[in-house]
T-cell receptor, first 116, second 114 residues
Framework: GAVVSQHPSRVICKSGTSVKIECRSL??????MFWYRQFPKKSLMLMAT?????????EQGVEKDKFLINHASLTLSTLTVTSAHPEDSSFYIC????????????FGPGTRLLVL | AQTVTQSQPEMSVQEAETVTLSCTYD???????LFWYKQPPSRQMILVIR??????QNATENRFSVNFQKAAKSFSLKISDSQLGDAAMYFC???????????FGTGTSLTVIP
């Protein structure tokens, strides 16, 4: 099946710093990618929809200046957590939809962020 | 927004036995897709099975099958001959035919007892 990678898999940073997470579709083109946040033993919460070549669409309650999304190519979307604080600590998951194959979303392995 | 409900936060099954996980959803659409995803301890989301709403036949993938009841807006997952590797969180998800967004249920944690 299609593969989506995320980097880094885990990151620890100091409060106030910014962290960038990359999401790549390895063997397909993804016009649209999605960023989720997941708290322990909870469901996935959609943060934003990343659109190649245009601005991301953020879900209600998600600060766009806090969580910067860039989707500069058909295979790469990045999420930057700016001025991270301990409450931003979470598991972040991206997914991508194969532009040519439609329905299924393929998920990355996730990034565990810990802000000290 | 659409809602997806999984009423069983936790389930357990004896190895080699069969277990059914429940999912209901709310929609006014007639054409949509339903999915079951598995999230093992590694936290990698893995697609288990999918169902197109326009298909009456229930989807089947090896030991995994669904019972899709469109009128009742129910989409349960049956796991036959349960294996230790089936232990995971299972999420039911809904997607409109014309949309991109997935709506996830709250998940069911499945334990497989040796």
């Amino acid at each position: 099946g299609a593969v989506v990678s995320q980097h880094p898999s885990r990151v620890i940073c100091k409060s106030g710093t910014s962290v960038k997470i990359e999401c790549r579709s390895l063997d397909f083109q993804a016009t649209t990618m999605f960023w989720y946040r997941q708290f322990p033993k909870k469901s996935l919460m959609l943060m934003a929809t990343s659109n190649e070549g245009s601005k991301a669409t953020y879900e209600q309650g998600v600060e766009k200046d806090k969580f910067l999304i860039n989707h500069a190519s058909l295979t790469l979307s990045t999420l930057t957590v700016t001025s991270a604080h301990p409450e931003d600590s979470s598991f972040y998951i991206c997914s991508a939809r194969d532009t040519l194959a439609g329905v299924i979303q393929y998920f990355g392995p996730g990034t565990r962020l810990l802000v000290l | 927004a659409q809602t997806v409900t999984q009423s069983q936060p936790e389930m357990s099954v004896q190895e080699a036995e069969t277990v059914t996980l429940s999912c209901t959803y709310d929609t006014s659409e007639s054409d949509y897709y339903l999915f079951w995803y598995k999230q093992p301890p590694s936290r990698q989301m893995i697609l288990v099975i999918r169902q197109e709403a326009y298909k009456q036949q229930n989807a089947t993938e090896n030991r995994f099958s669904v019972n899709f009841q469109k009128a009742a807006k129910s989409f349960s997952l049956k796991i036959s001959d349960s294996q230790l590797g089936d232990a995971a969180m299972y999420f039911c998800a809904y997607r409109e035919n014309t949309g991109n967004q997935f709506y996830f249920g709250t998940g069911t944690s499945l334990t497989v007892i040796p």
